[in-house]
Structures are given as C-alpha cells and as structure tokens.
C-alpha cells in the first residue's frame, strides 16, 4: 500500500490514535490523507494531507482535527458509490476509520459491498463495540463524569438535597454503571435493567428517616430523562429533588493517560493489519493483548456485566 486514509469520529483520544495512525504509518513509507467530517468528506472528495509535522502536539487534544458529522446520505447506495469513486480517483489503497459504531456500521459496508480494505479502531465513550474490552475515550468519559459527581456530590451535602444526575449512555449502561460506583453513588437507572421509582423512593424516605439527608441517583440517557425521575421521585416522597444534565461535556477534555496509550496502541497496530492485507476487521483489546475482530460481529449490541457493578452499589450503598 503506498496511500491510506483516515476517518473519524468525535470524543477524548481520537486525536491521540490519528497522531499515532500517521506517524506508524509515515513510518513505513506510507501517505496518508484525512478525510474531512466523516464520510461526508469522502462523498465531497475534502481530504487533507497528513505527515507527521500535521500530527504534531495533537495528542492531549479532545475532539478530531478533522471534524465530524453524522452522515445521512451515506445511507444512500448511491453516496456510498460517490464515496467509492474518490477513494479510486484519489489512489487510496486503504482505509482506516476511528470511531463507534455508526462509523464502523460505515467501514463495514465499504469492506463487504465494494470490496474496499478497511481496519476499524473502535473510539466511543459508550465502550459498547461488540468484541472489544476497552473503546477509545470511555475512560476520559468516566473521569469527566466522576469530576462533575464528585463536585455534586459536596453540594447535595451540604445542602441536603436529592440530586438525579443523567449521564450519557444511549443504549448503554457502562459509564452510568462506573461512574456510581467510583462516585459512591446510591442508586443508578441504566437499560440493561428494569428500575422501580416507587422501591428507589422507599428507600430515599428509610434513609431520610435513619438521617441520611443526601441522594444522588444516576441515570443513563438511553433509559429515562432525569427530569422525569426527578419529579416522580420528588411526588413520591415529598423531599425537594434537584437535576443535573452533564450531556457532552464527557465527550470533550484532555484524554487521560490509560486513553492516550489505548490510541496509541490501536492506532500502530492498525496501520499493521491494514498493510498486511487484513480487511473488514475491527482491531481490539483483550486481556491487554491486542487482537481483530470482524466489522460484522463489532456492530452487532455488546452486552455489559451489569449485575455484578449493580449489585456492588447496593451493598456499598
């Protein structure tokens, strides 16, 4: 391969695993081009051209350098054949896509319907690729969250109050899960599991009455609206409830330490399997080991070990 090109997607570490992408695959003698805001870019022909000096001091930066959007016409057969066309008219022999899985939904289709080679490194706060044990910027996720909680958590003591905080999580539990736990939060609403206001009321009124004056319950986006919690909670039990929505600034910041090595390593050993001729494939993190996984099995709904964390924060509540 003399040519590949980058796509990304948007949270903590991307700008880290591009920077490692680069200059792996600068390393080996290999151009490389950034696509401009996702597939969008690859429909309109927008590239840009990336060494290593392009790549420079990006590595502590939030978000992509190259933009992002979410693309409705690359649902379309017939974006994704003007899609194609540039990437034959450019001379790109490869492709390697950085992000959740929309964008991998995208680089699988590329790989399996128009015969593209195409390396996926899975980057989403949610860590919900299937087949992966870690997803670039889940851990910066967490720890932007846990800063907020713990920051909650001083004013719901000091003032006394309940406060429902929704964290991001669509279809996912992980961060909500993690994130009550680290924050020694008292209950936590996600969707892999049915929740019961009227039990979780009971027991902020058993709690109130031992003397227990603050409450801190988190949910995750995808299952129900802190608003709603809020005031059902507060009808049930009469006691003043507040709301925080934390929304995407767990998308942004400073990767931490554990994302930038993640991408780091992604990033190095994608460029590898991509010139070795592997295609189609997702590359991964098991038992600190790097490995692939196919495009089809990496789209497909990751279930989380939701019992052992939820039952975790029963106990220490």
């Given at each position: 391969?003399?040519?590949?090109?980058v796509?990304?997607?948007?949270?903590?570490?991307?700008?880290?695993a591009?920077r490692s992408v680069?200059?792996?695959?600068?390393?080996?003698?290999?151009?490389?081009?950034g696509?401009?805001?996702?597939?969008?870019?690859?429909?309109?022909?927008?590239?840009?051209?990336l060494?290593?000096?392009?790549?420079?001091?990006?590595?502590?930066?939030?978000?992509?350098?190259?933009?992002?959007s979410?693309?409705?016409?690359?649902?379309?057969?017939?974006?994704?054949?003007?899609?194609?066309?540039?990437?034959?008219?450019?001379?790109?022999?490869?492709?390697?896509?950085?992000?959740?899985?929309?964008?991998?939904?995208?680089?699988?289709?590329?790989?399996?319907?128009?015969?593209?080679?195409?390396?996926?490194?899975?980057?989403?706060?949610?860590?919900?690729?299937?087949?992966?044990?870690?997803?670039?910027?889940?851990?910066?996720?967490?720890?932007?969250?846990?800063?907020?909680?713990?920051?909650?958590?001083?004013t719901?003591?000091?003032?006394?109050?309940?406060?429902?905080?929704?964290?991001?999580?669509?279809?996912?539990?992980?961060?909500?899960?993690?994130?009550?736990?680290?924050?020694?939060?008292e209950?936590?609403?996600?969707?892999?599991?049915?929740?019961?206001?009227?039990?979780?009321?009971?027991?902020?009124?058993?709690?109130?009455?031992?003397?227990?004056r603050?409450?801190?319950?988190?949910?995750?986006?995808?299952?129900?609206?802190?608003?709603?919690v809020?005031?059902?909670?507060?009808?049930l039990?009469?006691?003043?409830?507040?709301?925080?929505?934390l929304?995407?600034?767990?998308?942004?910041?400073?990767?931490?330490?554990?994302?930038?090595?993640l991408?780091?390593?992604?990033?190095?050993?994608?460029?590898?399997?991509?010139?070795?001729?592997?295609?189609?494939c997702c590359?991964a993190?098991?038992?600190d080991?790097?490995?692939?996984?196919?495009?089809a099995?990496?789209?497909?709904?990751?279930?989380?070990?939701?019992?052992e964390?939820?039952?975790?924060?029963?106990?220490?509540?």
């Amino acid at each position: 391969m003399k040519k590949i090109a980058v796509i990304t997607r948007d949270c903590a570490g991307v700008n880290a695993a591009l920077r490692s992408v680069v200059r792996s695959a600068s390393a080996k003698g290999v151009e490389v081009l950034g696509v401009m805001r996702g597939y969008d870019g690859l429909i309109d022909a927008d590239l840009m051209s990336l060494d290593r000096r392009a790549v420079s001091g990006i590595i502590n930066r939030g978000g992509t350098i190259l933009k992002t959007s979410r693309s409705l016409r690359f649902k379309s057969a017939n974006w994704q054949k003007q899609a194609v066309m540039t990437i034959r008219d450019q001379r790109i022999d490869g492709l390697i896509v950085i992000g959740g899985n929309g964008s991998l939904t995208g680089a699988h289709i590329l790989a399996s319907r128009y015969s593209i080679p195409v390396v996926g490194i899975p980057a989403t706060i949610d860590n919900d690729v299937n087949g992966v044990t870690m997803t670039i910027g889940a851990d910066t996720a967490i720890n932007v969250a846990l800063d907020a909680l713990d920051k909650i958590r001083d004013t719901a003591t000091s003032l006394e109050r309940i406060f429902v905080v929704e964290v991001m999580g669509r279809n996912c539990g992980y961060i909500a899960l993690r994130v009550a736990l680290a924050a020694g939060c008292e209950d936590v609403i996600i969707p892999e599991r049915k929740f019961n206001l009227k039990k979780i009321s009971e027991n902020i009124v058993e709690g109130n009455i031992r003397g227990k004056r603050s409450w801190i319950t988190i949910v995750a986006e995808g299952k129900a609206k802190a608003s709603k919690v809020a005031s059902e909670i507060t009808r049930l039990t009469g006691l003043e409830t507040r709301i925080v929505v934390l929304g995407h600034v767990q998308r942004g910041g400073s990767p931490t330490a554990f994302d930038r090595i993640l991408a780091a390593r992604y990033g190095h050993f994608a460029v590898s399997v991509l010139l070795k001729g592997k295609t189609d494939c997702c590359v991964a993190l098991r038992n600190d080991q790097l490995t692939t996984v196919s495009l089809a099995k990496a789209i497909q709904k990751k279930d989380i070990e939701a019992s052992e964390y939820y039952r975790l924060i029963q106990i220490l509540t």
